[in-house]
């Protein structure tokens, strides 16, 4: 089994920034990917950004590229996630998502909440 621990979230203005990191322990042995999704109320949950464990190759969503950064490190198990420049329609449940083996690990969630 696969733990995940997420901490970072809150309330911000717009234009301002968070940092969301994750912290994966457990039987983490063969990861192939560490990423965000999201889930604002009334929709469904969607991809943000996940990171090659063993590349450090990155991907985004189309609506945050140029903002939000991830990044990991590998000798802690952890992963994160740098997001400058927030909108209100950043507002949701991010969630920490790992792949470990083919397999999907999910953390509990934290709220992000952007105010105009």
């Known amino acids: 089994q696969v733990q995940l621990v997420e901490s970072g979230g809150g309330l911000v203005q717009a234009g301002g920034s968070l940092r969301l990191s994750c912290a994966a322990s457990?039987?983490?042995?063969?990861?192939?990917?560490m990423g965000w999704f999201r889930q604002a109320p009334g929709k469904e949950r969607e991809f943000v950004a996940r990171?090659?464990?063993?590349?450090?190759?990155?991907y985004y969503v189309d609506s945050v590229k140029g903002r939000f950064t991830i990044s990991r490190d590998k000798d802690k198990n952890t992963v994160s996630l740098q997001m400058n420049s927030l909108k209100p329609e950043d507002t949701a449940v991010y969630y920490c998502?790992?792949?470990?083996?083919?397999?999907?690990?999910w953390g509990q969630g934290t709220q992000v909440t952007v105010s105009s």
């Open positions: 998502n790992i792949r470990v083996q083919g397999f999907d690990y």
């Open positions: 990171i090659n464990w063993r590349s450090g190759s990155t």
């Open positions: 457990g039987r983490t042995f063969g990861t192939n990917t």
